[in-house]
Nanobody
């Protein structure tokens, strides 16, 4: 069982940066692929980024490539999403996700509660 708690969301102007963090409970954090999804009202939940259990593989949505960077610290049971050059269309609730078997998070076993990111123009 894995519990995920996000933090770091907030309000930022377009062009600014935010760093999201997701703290995971459990002693097997390093065995899980981790990542981020986002959701805007009226749209389907969208994949943002994922990172394999070792950190050796990363995956990004085309819409965030070159602007967002996912990383993890297995010693701290934490995954991060560094978001730079933010755009108003990045506004969404961002959810942390984890899965034991799918490094690209095509299936997700665990979800966090979400953190709001708002980018003003």
């Amino acid at each position: 069982q894995v519990q995920l708690v996000e933090s770091g969301g907030g309000l930022v102007q377009a062009g600014g940066s935010l760093r999201l963090s997701c703290a995971a409970s459990g002693r097997t954090f390093s065995s899980y692929a981790m990542g981020w999804f986002r959701h805007t009202p009226g749209k389907e939940r969208e994949f943002v980024a994922a990172i394999s259990w070792s950190g050796g593989r990363t995956y990004y949505a085309d819409s965030v490539k070159g602007r967002f960077t996912i990383s993890r610290d297995n010693a701290k049971n934490t995954v991060y999403l560094q978001m730079n050059s933010l755009k108003p269309e990045d506004t969404a609730v961002y959810y942390c996700a984890a899965d034991r078997f799918n490094s690209d998070l095509r299936q997700v076993g665990y979800w966090g509660q979400g953190t709001q990111v708002t980018v003003s123009s």
